[in-house]
């Protein structure tokens, strides 16, 4: 049965120095207060594996926590790119950052492999593309069948999976809704989970269309409210458009965003 926690003691239990973290949410449920309190307690050479990272990616590399990212698209959705990233990667600040990068596709097989105890996945997509090339996690393949050249990629076993959803009851039964990415793949594909959620409540209500994380799944759970801001939470909080405009000339400052990593770390709510 998943153990309530609180955010700090959870991420001091689950992350440490050298994991391969997986923070995972598609536009939606993204746990992005966990990553802060990542910063606060001063994580460094972590893998971070994500598809489709965002800020919360760009702060995490800005405030020298990642050494590492494994990824697919990444950028400040709807504003354009992330200039902490883009600094860590061309001039190596504030440490340099190797990068593994995978197609959304393969990103999402890994994750299944790695949830069905299988060593890689099988697909088509990067034929004819150049990412087997640059990304030496991508191999041809030919099918024992019919002889067609595929493509594999290595499973995703994160050492933890971060992610944030509605709610939880006081067994550790997750229940998420709305629009979802490869939440519960990550979670039963990584050694540990953390779930964030909006409120712990003594019973799960059925919800159109929810799914139900069970406790046995899940390591800790911490009751967060707010914990996916900016992005949003179906039936709790709407997206924070204003913030996603508003990172976007303190990540290209380095001055700038140092101040902003100061603020987290004297553990102020930053909401700009």
Same mark, same amino acid.
């Given at each position: 049965?998943?153990?309530?926690?609180?955010?700090?003691?959870?991420?001091?239990?689950?992350? @440490?120095?050298?994991?391969?973290?997986? #923070?995972?949410?598609?536009? @939606?449920l993204?746990?992005?207060?966990?990553?802060?309190?990542?910063?606060?307690?001063? !994580?460094?050479? #972590?893998?971070?594996?994500?598809?489709?990272?965002?800020?919360? /990616?760009?702060?995490?590399?800005?405030?020298?926590?990642?050494? =590492?990212?494994?990824?697919?698209?990444?950028?400040?959705?709807?504003?354009?790119?992330?200039?902490?990233?883009?600094?860590?990667?061309?001039h190596?600040?504030?440490?340099?950052?190797?990068?593994?990068?995978?197609? @959304?596709?393969?990103?999402? +097989?890994?994750?299944?492999?790695?949830?069905?105890? #299988?060593?890689?996945?099988?697909?088509?997509?990067?034929?004819?593309?150049?990412? *087997?090339?640059?990304?030496?996690?991508? =191999?041809?393949?030919?099918?024992?069948?019919?002889? $067609?050249?595929?493509?594999?990629? *290595?499973?995703i +076993? *994160?050492?933890?999976?971060?992610?944030?959803?509605?709610?939880?009851? %006081?067994?550790?039964?997750?229940?998420?809704?709305?629009l979802v990415?490869?939440?519960k793949?990550?979670?039963?594909?990584? !050694?540990?989970?953390?779930v964030?959620?909006?409120?712990?409540?003594?019973?799960?209500?059925?919800?159109?269309?929810?799914?139900?994380? *069970?406790?046995?799944?899940?390591?800790?759970?911490?009751?967060?409210?707010?914990?996916?801001?900016?992005? /949003?939470?179906?039936? /709790?909080?709407? %997206?924070?458009?204003?913030? /996603?405009?508003?990172?976007?000339?303190?990540? %290209?400052?380095?001055?700038?965003? $140092? !101040?902003?990593?100061?603020?987290?770390?004297?553990?102020? $709510?930053? !909401?700009?």
């Amino acid at each position: 049965m998943a153990d309530l926690a609180s955010l700090s003691d959870a991420i001091a239990e689950l992350v @440490h120095d050298g994991d391969v973290v997986a #923070l995972e949410g598609f536009t @939606h449920l993204i746990p992005v207060a966990a990553g802060h309190e990542i910063i606060r307690q001063g !994580r460094r050479d #972590l893998t971070l594996v994500r598809m489709t990272p965002d800020i919360v /990616y760009d702060q995490l590399i800005g405030a020298g926590c990642a050494r =590492k990212l494994i990824f697919s698209w990444g950028g400040n959705p709807g504003v354009g790119s992330l200039h902490r990233f883009r600094d860590a990667v061309q001039h190596g600040w504030p440490v340099p950052l190797e990068i593994e990068e995978h197609s @959304h596709a393969g990103m999402a +097989n890994r994750y299944v492999a790695g949830a069905s105890g #299988l060593p890689f996945a099988v697909l088509r997509g990067y034929l004819g593309t150049d990412l *087997p090339n640059v990304t030496d996690t991508i =191999k041809p393949i030919t099918c024992p069948f019919t002889g $067609e050249t595929l493509t594999a990629v *290595p499973a995703i +076993n *994160p050492d933890v999976a971060i992610v944030h959803a509605q709610r939880a009851d %006081r067994a550790g039964n997750v229940q998420m809704w709305g629009l979802v990415g490869v939440q519960k793949e990550a979670v039963l594909a990584a !050694r540990g989970s953390l779930v964030t959620v909006e409120e712990v409540v003594d019973e799960l209500e059925p919800v159109p269309g929810g799914m139900v994380l *069970p406790s046995w799944a899940v390591d800790l759970v911490a009751e967060v409210p707010g914990g996916a801001h900016p992005s /949003y939470a179906q039936g /709790y909080s709407e %997206r924070d458009n204003a913030y /996603y405009a508003a990172w976007d000339p303190i990540s %290209r400052d380095r001055g700038e965003f $140092e !101040r902003w990593v100061e603020r987290v770390r004297s553990g102020d $709510e930053v !909401r700009t």
